[in-house]
């Protein structure tokens, strides 16, 4: 027995345990633990990098809410917790809309300014004389309702650039308050706003601390309106109110750069809002079938009411035909007509017919090759006209291409037309577009 019982043991000590039978996988089992893996290791590349700028945004925080509570005087600390009758404040406005690389002003187009609101007592000595201000850019959702705030409020709210870009402002973002107020010099955007949450920034200004802030009442932060900031490609496609005669057409509204209605005005030689004007006044008609019927009659009466704000200055022109000369502003409006020695003032204008007018002022557009520039006011422009040779040869040139069929000579130029032609001359020549 004894030497079965050997023997057993012996066997069971040189005999390996038996291993469980692990399952076959199959094929489609191997392919989905790679696409697993793969998927993870996709995601953890993906997550990794938002992970890191919420650490890092995390972590500054924390720290400079450290830094400052260690820097910080007990004394100081005390004070801050007192109302203070003390702000800085911007004196102008910021524009509710600006763009990267663009030098920050007022909606005037005026350098921004800051000054400290004293509460209706004197400055302190150390404020009169020269403090430096930073000039920092805030969530546009801060202060929220809130009328007051401390300084670790502000600071916690401040916006830093995006991880990898460049500093969110550039430029001086140091100013020196000289007798409570200063200048804020050149200083832009390199970021927009599209991707905080609130979609806009303010500025902020707030004291640089001195060795004597200590001995000095706490100054409240200036925080500016909220206002959005647009990439400054966007400035390029913008549209000017009031549009200015030179701009390209596209700067109307409905007209977008290189699109389609673009496209069709530039065909027809149609280049700038002067231009556009221009046939506006002399065939409607013509410009609107140009443009097509893919322009509504909302787009139409959007654009053309956008160009008729425009500012026209004071230029005159002047086109001599056979027995006739007028008088046009800047867009092909007669301002005064010469017809058969009769002088029509703009006031009465309406006594001519008016389909007469109309056929001279488009052949004045038709042969515009030939105007004559004026500056000045027309009182100055009839004196040139009794001066000089009437028969030169920009005359007979005229003459042979704008002799009137029986329309001028002979004609009774007063109409019972009900139409009065109102117009003020206030800096401007301004006319109906009617």
């Not at 001066?387 to 002799?403: A, H």
Request: charged letters at 25%.
């Amino acid at each position: 027995m004894a030497a079965k019982r050997l023997f057993c043991e012996t066997e069971s000590i040189l005999s390996p345990p038996l291993e469980k039978k692990r399952p076959r996988q199959t094929f489609a089992s191997i392919i989905g633990e790679v696409v697993m893996g793969n998927s993870l290791r996709h995601l953890t590349k993906a997550l990794e990098p938002l992970l890191r700028r919420v650490v890092c945004e995390e972590v500054d925080r924390s720290l400079m809410r450290y830094s400052r509570s260690l820097t910080r005087a007990s004394s100081l600390r005390i004070q801050a917790l007192e109302p203070s009758s003390y702000q800085l404040y911007f004196v102008n406005n910021v524009p509710s809309k600006i763009f990267t690389g663009s030098k920050i002003t007022d909606v005037e187009n005026q350098a921004l300014r800051i000054a400290v609101e004293d509460g209706g007592g004197d400055l302190p000595s150390l404020i009169s004389s020269s403090v430096k201000v930073e000039i920092v850019a805030l969530n546009g959702d801060f202060p929220g309702d809130k009328q007051e705030w401390t300084a670790d409020e502000f600071n916690a709210n401040i916006v830093k650039e995006r991880t990898g870009r460049r500093p969110l402002l550039h430029g001086d973002m140091n100013v020196t308050l000289r007798h409570g107020a200063a200048t804020i010099g050149d200083i832009e955007f390199t970021d927009n706003s599209c991707w905080i949450r609130s979609r806009k920034f303010r500025l902020g200004a707030r004291i640089v601390p001195g060795p004597d802030r200590n001995k000095s009442p706490r100054i409240r932060e200036a925080i500016s309106e909220p206002f959005v900031v647009n990439d400054h490609r966007g400035e390029l496609y913008k549209k000017h109110y009031p549009p200015m005669l030179h701009d390209e057409v596209w700067r109307l509204e409905k007209i977008g750069k290189e699109g389609v209605f673009h496209r069709r005005l530039n065909d027809h030689n149609i280049r700038t809002v002067q231009e556009f004007l221009q046939l506006f006044t002399v065939d409607q008609q013509k410009l609107r079938t140009m443009l097509g019927m893919g322009m509504s009659e909302r787009m139409w009466e959007a654009t053309t009411r956008h160009a008729k704000t425009c500012e026209l200055g004071h230029k005159l022109y002047l086109f001599r035909g056979h027995n006739f000369t007028l008088f046009l502003n800047p867009i092909y409006q007669v301002v005064q007509a010469i017809i058969n020695g009769r002088t029509y003032a703009f006031p009465e204008l309406h006594n001519i017919h008016e389909g007469t007018l109309k056929n001279l002022r488009k052949q004045a557009f038709d042969n515009r090759q030939w105007l004559q520039d004026i500056e000045g006011n027309l009182s100055d422009s009839l004196l040139l006209l009794t001066q000089g040779n009437e028969e030169s040869d920009y005359n007979n040139v005229m003459e042979k291409s704008l002799i009137i069929s029986g329309e001028v000579e002979g004609r009774d130029w007063e109409s019972n037309s009900d139409q009065i032609i109102s117009t003020s001359f206030q800096g401007n020549l301004y006319y109906n577009y009617s």
